[in-house]
């Protein structure tokens, strides 16, 4: 026990602490034991901590020490004692590490149990309140560490649970932390070594340290890292608690990846694809990065080097011996090794997601709609890359707007004499299907990939062709207009000389807005259509500046009017230079540039619509 020469010194916790205590000491759960899960999962960090510093500090108290972890229990004094010999801790670490908790966290932990369904034992650690669990089982807790520093001095911190705690030096000449524990009355059976030994099995098997119990010379835990197991002697539970321990996000991930290789590169990975794009506000995980291990030391936690950027939602861990001991964090990014690791992990990964999409194509679809985003985006960002990314892009397309269909799947239906694959860009997946530029190609039951998110227009800068096939945008193709629908009679269009009438006075009202106005020969049930005039900017990058923010005109198309719509044959009707006849013209031109999502102020267009409606309305 702690004997100190000194008053100790009194804090009180914050508010939300207080409430975080009084929920733990007080809530009736069956998953009580996960306070030891997360007792020893610190304990494990502190040691992985040390083994850190003592690659390039060898002035470390009791370096010779063995790293491990050594449980005790006294049945009689129902108490438990767990010792690691670690990195430990300093009077000022003490006070930060267990003497307050992150307000967010708290306040988080706070909101989550208010959900009278949720399973409380898993929300244990998500909020970085692992340490107190501890008061679930405990009737007082003493907390004595000497840090790793030859010339810190050793400290305890003590509570109960209640409203404060204390701090004060310590007598402790070992390096690492000692947690004591006073169990309660209902929770004696975690003063059992069978007990104990059982939690361990369950949850902590992996941890790769020794897990003495009692005076046993033989650790209770496998100590081998899960990632350098054998697959056959891992189960499926087993893949599931590691994800959940790593990350801390209790969804079950979409798939693992268990990779053992000597060659190119001698290393391990157990990586995960997440169930979820967004990051759970509990996750543990921060930041996007692998973790790196050389020789089972954790050399960085966030390594970003080690697949290319649209693979960063991949969880999980590498180890690799390759990598030299001493080597630093700073200094991993500039190892000749790393392009080989990321070039080997790259082509798993790949292979695992064309697998899942071959094999299991609702499970694809479930990755896509969560991941595809990262995908395009690889392809915006590195075009090299587009032959990689090329078999794992989804789309939805006119003729089957709700199913996800590959590029390859788009190829095998071409219909005869089909050269191109063919796209439409749009606002949303619904609205685009009413596209003018569509009309055609419903009409001869082409297939048209449906481009309706913000990034397609930047993975379009990178995506031009697949295998022999480009890829062309509806609104600039060039198509056969002589082939006419059998199920589609031909309405009688405007004489020409009144046609070409009404086409000058669009010109008079529109004059600098439009590069030319003329008849369409594609519409059969749209009033008008904006199109480019040749030698302009593509449509993908007028949208790619759009969305950037970027300074740019109203880009001046070409009006193509349908001869044979009746908004026109009335319009032409109207007294020729009429208010009436203008407003009507400049809202025709306003919703084709809405529907092309160009408009550069839609709020404007309201007055103008409200005089259409009043004029209507008068001449009822």
Do not use: C
């Not at 010339?151 to 509570?159: C, I, K, M, P």
């Not at 697949?466 to 009688?492: G, I, M, R």
Request: avoid cysteine; charged fraction near 25%; charge should be negative.
């Amino acid at each position: 026990m702690t004997d100190t020469a000194h008053s100790p010194e009194q804090f009180s916790f914050k508010a939300e602490t207080k409430q975080l205590l009084n929920i733990l000491i007080h809530s009736l759960y069956k998953d009580r034991e996960v306070f030891l899960r997360e007792l020893l999962s610190n304990a494990s960090d502190a040691l992985n901590r040390l083994r850190f510093e003592m690659v390039t500090n060898h002035n470390v108290l009791d370096s010779a020490a063995e790293l491990n972890i050594r449980i005790t229990v006294d049945k009689d004094a129902r108490t438990l004692v767990i010792q690691d010999t670690g990195i430990g801790l300093t009077h000022d670490e003490m006070i930060e590490n267990l003497g307050t908790i992150a307000q967010s966290g708290a306040r988080k932990f706070l909101d989550a149990t208010k959900d009278q369904k949720t399973d409380f034992a898993q929300l244990i650690g998500q909020f970085g309140v692992g340490f107190y669990s501890v008061f679930m089982v405990a009737e007082w807790v003493r907390v004595t560490s000497h840090s790793f520093d030859p010339q810190a001095e050793a400290v305890s911190w003590y509570a109960t649970g209640d409203d404060t705690y204390q701090i004060e030096k310590a007598e402790m000449s070992e390096r690492g932390t000692r947690i004591e524990i006073k169990l309660k009355e209902d929770a004696a059976e975690f003063a059992e070594e069978h007990r104990v030994k059982n939690i361990i099995h369950k949850h902590s098997d992996y941890i790769g340290f020794p897990i003495y119990v009692g005076e046993s010379k033989d650790a209770v835990n496998k100590q081998t890292s899960l990632w350098r197991t054998s697959k056959q002697e891992v189960s499926a539970e087993q893949y599931q608690e590691f994800y959940r321990q790593t990350t801390l996000d209790f969804e079950e991930p979409l798939t693992h990846i268990h990779i053992a290789t000597d060659a190119p590169v001698q290393l391990y990975a157990l990586l995960y694809i997440p169930g979820k794009a967004e990051r759970g506000m509990f996750s543990s995980r921060k930041e996007d990065g692998l973790k790196l291990y050389t020789r089972n030391i954790l050399i960085d936690e966030y390594n970003k080097d080690l697949l290319p950027e649209y693979l960063r939602f991949v969880q999980g861990v590498v180890d690799s011996e390759d990598l030299p001991l001493n080597v630093s964090r700073e200094t991993v990014q500039s190892s000749g090794l790393m392009p080989k690791l990321k070039k080997v992990l790259t082509n798993q990964v790949i292979r695992e997601l064309e697998n899942i999409a071959k094999n299991n194509t609702e499970k694809y679809n479930a990755f896509w709609q969560e991941f595809g985003l990262y995908l395009k985006q690889g392809i915006a960002a590195n075009p090299m890359e587009t032959d990689t990314i090329n078999p794992l892009l989804r789309f939805k397309t006119n003729l089957n707007p709700e199913a996800w269909s590959s590029l390859e799947d788009y190829v095998s239906r071409l219909k005869e004499g089909q050269t191109e694959i063919f796209y439409i860009i749009g606002e949303d997946p619904k609205s685009v299907l009413r596209s003018p530029h569509l009309e055609y190609f419903h009409s001869q039951g082409t297939e048209v990939l449906l481009l309706t998110d913000p990034l397609d227009s930047f993975m379009l800068m990178g995506l031009r062709k697949y295998k022999e096939f480009e890829l062309k945008n509806v609104a600039q193709a060039d198509v056969d207009t002589s082939k006419k629908s059998q199920d589609e009679p031909e309405a009688e269009k405007i004489a020409d000389e009144d046609f070409n009438t009404l086409i000058e006075r669009f010109k008079e009202v529109l004059g600098e807005n439009v590069a030319d106005v003329r008849a369409s020969t594609r519409l059969s049930q749209s009033v008008s259509r904006l199109t480019d005039p040749d030698g302009t900017m593509n449509p993908e990058l007028q949208r790619v500046y759009k969305y950037l923010g970027k300074e740019y005109e109203i880009p001046k198309k070409v009006l193509e009017l349908n001869p044979s719509h009746p908004m026109l044959k009335k319009l032409l009707k109207l007294e020729s230079g009429s208010e009436l006849q203008n407003v009507i013209i400049e809202q025709i031109f306003d919703s084709a540039l809405l529907v092309e999502g160009l408009h550069p102020d839609p709020s404007s267009i309201a007055a103008r619509v409200q005089q259409i409606m009043e004029a209507a309305l008068a001449n009822q």
